[in-house]
C-alpha cells in the first residue's frame, strides 16, 4: 500500500502565521538558554476497544493547531536549525486505513511550520539532546503521571552522565501562568471564531425554544440543539449540555435530561457549541407552555435586569468583580422586593443571605476552555479588565423545591441567564446577542414556533 502526499488541513479562522506569532511571544517569556516541552492529548477509552472523539489539549492547539494525538511540541529558543520541533506519529497507510488520516513529520512541516519534525518513536533517542546544556526546562508538571515519569527519565539520563560532562537542566519551571497570561486575551482572529460560535449556539437555542412543547423529554430538546451545532459545522458540544424542567432547573450541573416536561415549569437550557477548539457557553431560561406565570416572570425579571447591571460594569478599567457585586445587589434587592429575603440590603449582602438563591459567581473566562485560563486576582487584588478578555456573565435565582423560608408558589423555580461578552476598547460587546432575552421577545417566539407546528401537522 503506497501512502499518499501529506494532506493539507482544512482552512480554519486562525491562520498559521498567528499560531507563529503566538510561539515567539511564549519563547520571548522564556529565560535565555531553556527549553519548553508541551505533549498533545492521548485518546481514551469509552469502553473496551472504543475511543471517546478525540479532544485535542488546549495548550498544545493554542500554540500549534495540531490535531492529532500522541504528538509532543518542543519549543528551543535560538536553535541553529529552528526553534519549534515536533515528534508526533508516523505516516502508516494501514493504520490510516483502519483509523484515519495522520500528517507524519512531513505534514507538521509542511502544514503546521515546524522547524524539524519527527516520529515520536525517535522520542527518547532524540530529546534528551535538545534538553542537554539548557539551564531550565518549562513543563506543566503533574496532567500525565506517565509523561512526568518519562521527562524525569530524560533528566536523569543527562544528570547521570554529568560525570563526563554533560549539562543537565538545573531548573524545572511550570510553564502554564506565562502561556495562560498569552491565552487570556484574545485576537481579532479568536474575537471572530467565538462570534461565530456564539451565532450558532444562538440560533440553537431559538431552535430549542420554538420546538419545545409539553409532552417532551428534556433530552429530545438537547437533541435540537446538537443539530443545529452540527448542521452548523460545529460538530461537538463544548460541554455536556444541560436541560432541566421544573425542579432539575434548580440543580445547577444537572446533566440526565431525561423528565418528561410539563405545562407549567420552566425549562432551563446551558448549551454551548465548541467551533475549531473555541468554546460559547449560554444559558437561557423558557417556559414549558409558552407563558410565564406570575412568579417565574418576577423572578426572571430580576435576574435579567442583574445581567444587565453586570453588562454595564464590564469596561476597561473595572475589575474582574464588578460585575458579580453588581448582580448580588439587583438579586438581593429584588429578592426584598419579592419578598423572598427580609431585611436590609446591605445586611443582606454583607452576611451572604442571597446565597440560599443564588450561589455561584456571575461568570468565568471563555475560549478554548469552557472555564478557560487566566488569573481572576494579580497580587491579591482583583484583575482589571483589558480588551480582548471574554467571559461569561450568568446570574441565576434558584428557589430549592423544599425551601421551608419561601411561599409554596415560589418553590422550584429556578432560572439563569448566560451571555458571552467581549471587552472592547469602548467597553463591552456581547457575541451572543441573537438569542431572546426578555420576557417578551421569548414568548413571542415560542408562539411563533407553536403556530409553526400548527401548521405543519
Not at 494501514?94 to 509542511?110: N, T
Not at 563526563?164 to 524545572?172: D, I, T
Request: overall charge negative; hydrophobic content about 40%; aromatic content about 8%.
Amino acid at each position: 500500500m503506497q501512502k499518499r502526499p501529506a494532506q493539507k488541513p482544512a482552512a480554519t479562522g486562525i491562520p498559521r502565521a498567528e499560531y507563529a506569532r503566538r510561539r515567539g511571544h511564549f519563547m520571548a517569556m522564556m529565560e535565555p538558554g531553556s527549553i519548553a516541552i508541551i505533549p498533545s492529548a492521548r485518546e481514551l477509552t469509552r469502553s473496551r476497544d472504543t475511543e471517546f472523539p478525540f479532544r485535542q489539549d488546549s495548550d498544545f492547539y493554542y500554540l500549534c493547531g495540531f490535531n492529532e494525538p500522541d504528538a509532543v511540541m518542543v519549543l528551543v529558543p535560538g536553535r541553529e536549525h529552528g526553534e519549534f520541533v515536533m515528534f508526533c506519529r508516523e505516516r502508516d497507510p494501514q493504520k490510516e486505513l483502519w483509523h484515519g488520516y495522520r500528517q507524519g513529520p512531513e505534514g507538521v512541516c509542511a502544514h503546521y511550520g515546524a522547524d524539524d519534525a519527527f516520529p515520536v518513536g525517535d522520542i527518547d533517542d532524540i530529546l534528551p539532546g535538545l534538553i542537554e546544556g539548557r539551564r531550565r526546562v518549562y513543563y506543566s508538571m503533574g496532567r500525565s503521571a506517565d509523561f512526568d515519569r518519562q521527562v524525569m527519565t530524560w533528566v536523569n539520563q543527562i544528570r547521570a552522565r554529568e560525570a563526563s560532562g554533560a549539562v543537565p537542566p538545573g531548573e524545572l519551571t511550570d510553564l502554564d501562568h506565562m502561556l495562560h497570561e498569552l491565552r487570556l486575551i484574545k485576537s481579532a482572529a479568536e474575537l471572530r471564531v467565538m462570534r461565530r460560535a456564539g451565532e450558532i449556539t444562538a440560533r440553537a437555542h431559538c431552535r430549542a425554544m420554538q420546538f419545545c412543547q409539553p409532552g417532551q423529554y428534556e433530552y429530545q430538546l438537547e437533541a435540537e440543539i446538537l443539530h443545529e451545532f452540527a448542521m452548523a459545522g460545529a460538530r461537538h458540544p463544548a460541554y455536556a449540555t444541560i436541560v432541566g424542567s421544573g425542579a432539575n432547573g434548580c440543580i445547577l450541573h444537572y446533566v440526565d435530561n431525561s423528565a418528561k416536561m410539563k405545562k407549567g415549569e420552566l425549562v432551563l437550557i446551558d448549551a454551548g457549541c465548541e467551533l475549531e477548539g473555541y468554546a460559547a457557553d449560554v444559558t437561557r431560561t423558557f417556559p414549558v407552555g409558552g407563558r410565564f406565570n406570575r412568579q417565574q416572570k418576577a423572578l426572571y425579571e430580576v435576574v435579567l435586569a442583574a445581567q444587565q447591571a453586570a453588562f454595564e460594569a464590564i469596561r476597561p478599567g473595572n475589575h474582574w468583580n464588578q460585575p458579580h457585586d453588581e448582580t448580588v445587589r439587583v438579586i438581593t434587592e429584588g429578592l426584598v422586593r419579592l419578598g423572598l429575603l427580609k431585611g436590609k440590603v446591605s445586611s443582606l449582602i454583607e452576611r451572604g443571605a442571597y446565597r440560599d438563591f443564588y450561589m455561584h459567581r456571575a461568570g468565568h473566562w471563555l475560549g478554548l476552555d469552557v472555564h478557560d485560563v487566566g488569573d481572576y486576582r494579580v497580587g491579591g487584588a482583583w484583575r482589571l479588565l483589558e480588551p480582548g478578555m471574554v467571559m461569561t456573565v450568568e446570574p441565576g435565582i434558584y428557589v430549592a423545591p423544599d425551601n421551608p423560608k419561601v411561599e409554596p408558589r415560589w418553590r422550584g423555580i429556578g432560572i439563569r441567564i448566560e451571555d458571552n461578552v467581549a471587552v472592547t476598547a469602548q467597553g463591552h460587546d456581547v457575541l451572543t446577542e441573537g438569542v431572546p432575552r426578555t420576557v417578551a421577545e421569548v414568548e413571542a417566539l415560542m408562539a411563533a414556533g407553536a403556530a409553526s407546528a400548527t401548521a405543519g401537522r
